[in-house]
Nanobody, 122 residues
Framework: VQLQASGGGLVQAGESLTLSCVAS????????????MGWYRQAPGKQYELVAS???????NYADSVQDRFSVSRDIPKKMVVLQMSSLKPEDTAVYYC?????????????WGQGTLVTVSS
């Protein structure tokens, strides 16, 4: 399983940015399902926090700090999750990590992308 994230960069406060992440799953036999995909972030000196996620059924979960500014969506056939970020603030500066909960057979595990840096200048 590999998660490839893209879209980070440097923007000014108030601007928008979109992050994308695509999952590649290769298994020997049987099937798999991606139950949930989303994004976490880690700001300098702070712990990881959930930013937003979406289940395969379309249920979403957002951090309070990004509610109404960020929007998460998924393209199920493409195994992709997209995070649209608007009205960015300096406190959104962090490394953003794509996360996927993938069930292979009877076992579900979390997988992580390599992280993409988002820097918001004031």
């Amino acid at each position: 399983v590999q998660l490839q994230a893209s879209g980070g960069g440097l923007v000014q406060a108030g601007e928008s940015l979109t992050l994308s992440c695509v999952a590649s799953v290769t298994i020997r036999a049987g099937g798999f399902s991606i139950d949930r995909m989303g994004w976490y972030r880690q700001a300098p000196g702070k712990q990881y926090e959930l930013v937003a996620s979406m289940t395969s059924g379309g249920n979403t979960n957002y951090a309070d700090s990004v509610q109404d500014r960020f929007s998460v969506s998924r393209d199920i056939p493409k195994k992709m999750v997209v995070l649209q970020m608007s009205s960015l603030k300096p406190e959104d500066t962090a490394v953003y990590y794509c996360n996927a909960e993938i069930r292979i057979g009877a076992r579900a595990s979390h997988y992580w992308g390599q992280g993409t840096l988002v820097t918001v200048s004031s």
